[in-house]
């Protein structure tokens, strides 16, 4: 997918180098079609690396994308370069007011306190109620998963104590939904994570489905509203060494974390990943984009307001 990104970029030289096809904004502006319109509110602290992550995966179709980069203006992220962020992030302030196709929460590195508790929570719950009305489908990631299924649902949060950590096979419930076209019966996720769903909570909330589980690392995706929510726990948008950065990363902290199960070669730390999760990803991504975006949603913006 030809997925229109802001000039300079950093992700965008790694990805070209991959045959990933990106463009500027100066070629985007030459093709006359309606492009989808993505925004990606990323809270994870390591932000170029998170935007790498992401549009690897939705630039796998023939559709043109522009996609806004967005930030929480409430939290001030010490691991990103402030002059990236300035550059190219747009404030929640800027776009409350614009429509979208398709959103994407990341992940954030605050599993252990409570949401309320969280420095930009308000700002927030403001962005979970605004998609409601003005985004056609959204996808929450790990910790976001969480915190949106509390907010929407009142889904409890339950931390765990110890971290969620390897590649782990999971199993699907609802074979024939269209986010799972050309997957296995059985596939590979990421998971890094403090915290679990409870099954059994979800399973009583009848505006809640559960498409897919892990025996080891318990519920993994859930919908709602017919797909324009979905809340996924793990990390399909992991780049291969993304669990052995973390695990190094843990280690020279003196926190001892236990070695990513299934993840290394011989579950040995010394050897390479054995990647097993890649094919699985593209076709999420790309099924939530074809499936649930481009063909649910209005080509006016402005009438996402009176879908069902």
Same mark, same amino acid.
């Given at each position: 997918m030809p997925v229109r990104v802001p000039e300079g970029l950093p992700a965008v030289e790694e990805l070209k180098a991959e045959n990933i096809f990106v463009m500027g904004e100066r070629r985007a502006a030459t093709q006359d079609i309606r492009p989808l319109r993505i925004a990606v509110l990323n809270l994870m602290p390591l932000k170029l690396m998170t935007e790498t992550d992401l549009l690897r995966l939705i630039s796998n179709t023939p559709l043109q994308i522009n996609l806004d980069l967005v930030d929480v203006g409430t939290h001030v992220s010490r691991n990103t370069p402030r002059e990236h962020i300035e550059a190219f992030y747009k404030r929640f302030d800027d776009i409350k007011n614009d429509c979208y196709d398709g959103l994407i929460i990341t992940g954030a590195p605050v599993? &252990? @306190?409570?949401?309320?508790?969280?420095?930009?929570?308000?700002?927030?719950?403001? @962005?979970?109620?605004?998609? &409601?009305?003005? @985004?056609?489908?959204?996808?929450?990631?790990?910790?976001?998963?969480?915190?949106?299924?509390?907010y929407h649902y009142g889904i409890t949060k339950h931390v765990l104590g110890h971290k969620v950590s390897g590649v782990f096979t999971h199993?699907?419930?609802?074979?024939h939904n269209p986010i799972f076209r050309g997957f296995d019966d059985t596939f590979e996720v990421p998971h890094s994570r403090f915290s679990q769903l409870?099954?059994?909570e979800i399973n009583r909330h009848q505006s809640l489905t559960i498409l897919a589980d892990s025996e080891e690392s318990g519920v993994y995706m859930v919908m709602a509203?017919?797909?324009?929510?979905?809340f996924i726990t793990g990390h399909s948008e992991y780049s291969p060494l993304t669990l052995d950065?973390?695990?190094?990363?843990?280690?020279?902290?003196?926190?001892?974390p236990a070695i990513p199960a299934h993840y290394y070669i011989d579950d040995d730390p010394s &050897?390479?990943?054995? @990647?097993?999760?890649?094919?699985?990803?593209?076709?999420?991504f790309t099924n939530w984009l074809n499936y649930f975006v481009y063909q649910a949603t209005p080509y006016k913006l402005d009438d996402i307001a009176n879908l069902k």
């Open positions: 599993e &252990k @306190v409570e949401f309320e508790q969280v420095d930009y929570w308000r700002e927030l719950t403001e @962005v979970f109620e605004w998609a &409601k009305s003005h @985004v056609t489908s959204t996808i929450y990631i790990c910790w976001a998963a969480f915190a949106g299924l509390y199993r699907l419930k609802d074979k409870d099954a059994d509203r017919g797909g324009r929510e979905f950065f973390e695990y190094h990363r843990d280690l020279e902290k003196g926190l001892n &050897k390479e990943p054995l @990647v097993r999760w890649r094919s699985h990803a593209n076709l999420l």
